[in-house]
């Protein structure tokens, strides 16, 4: 059985250019979660999408976004680019009940110049 | 507010020699209680899920535990390969789904032989 799998693995991008991340979640998952990783604050949660539908957001600005698809593929978009922003992008899958063990990607490691 | 704070930052042990790992949670409510464990390059692979006070879970040379307040993770006689960063992450009862979970800054366990 296939993992979580992330695309691209690494990106390099300038201040002020937007970016796309995509997580294909394992087979059959239907919920899809995504997480910002940074040495300095950790994993925090962005947002997590359910059959195509926002399910939960976290404490991001508007220039975070994402979106699933009917495959329960989902993207994830960050516009105007700051350095902060450099991080280990996260996906993470589950079948979608209220106490579920996260399937996690390897990640995308986005670093903004 | 949330939080997760876990102790050590970074533990050093010689092969064989037991130890702990502390992490303490201050949560409106837990719905459950998580442990991970990642290894550099990769996203955080699911190790445990604790509930209710008291419980206990186990597996190889890993023992976790939790109180009202804080969870231990318990590690026995360790060998190299449990070298890794331990994650432990909370799920609020009131965050509405499982994605959403408050992560603690992790230890970064080495073991040497």
């Known amino acids: 059985k296939a993992g979580v799998t992330q695309t691209p693995r690494y990106l390099i991008k300038t201040r002020g250019q937007q970016v796309t991340l995509s997580c294909s979640p394992i087979s059959g998952h239907r919920s899809v979660s995504w997480y910002q990783q940074t040495p300095g604050q950790g994993l925090q949660f962005l947002f997590e999408y359910f059959s195509e539908t926002q399910r939960n957001k976290g404490n991001f600005p508007g220039r975070f976004s994402g979106r699933q698809f009917s495959n329960s593929r989902s993207e994830m978009n960050v516009s105007t680019l700051e350095l902060g922003d450099s991080a280990l992008y996260l996906c993470a899958s589950s079948l979608g009940g209220r106490t579920e063990k996260l399937f996690f990607g390897s990640g995308t490691q986005l670093s903004v110049l | 507010e949330d939080q997760v704070t876990q102790s050590p930052e970074a533990l050093r042990l010689q092969e064989g020699e037991s130890s702990s790992l502390n992490c303490s949670y201050t949560?409106?409510?837990?719905?459950?209680l998580f442990w991970y464990r990642q290894d550099p390059g990769k996203g955080p692979e699911f190790l445990f899920t604790?509930?209710?006070a008291g419980e206990e879970k186990e597996k190889e040379r890993l023992k976790a535990t939790l109180t009202k307040k804080e969870s231990f993770l318990h590690i026995t006689a360790p060998k190299p390969e449990d070298s890794a960063t331990y994650l432990c992450?909370?799920?609020?009862?009131?965050?509405?789904?499982?994605?959403?979970?408050?992560f603690g800054k992790g230890t970064k366990l080495s073991v040497k032989p």
């Open positions: 992450a909370v799920q609020a009862s009131y965050g509405g789904s499982q994605g959403n979970l408050i």
């Open positions: 949560v409106s409510g837990l719905r459950g």
């Open positions: 604790l509930y209710s």
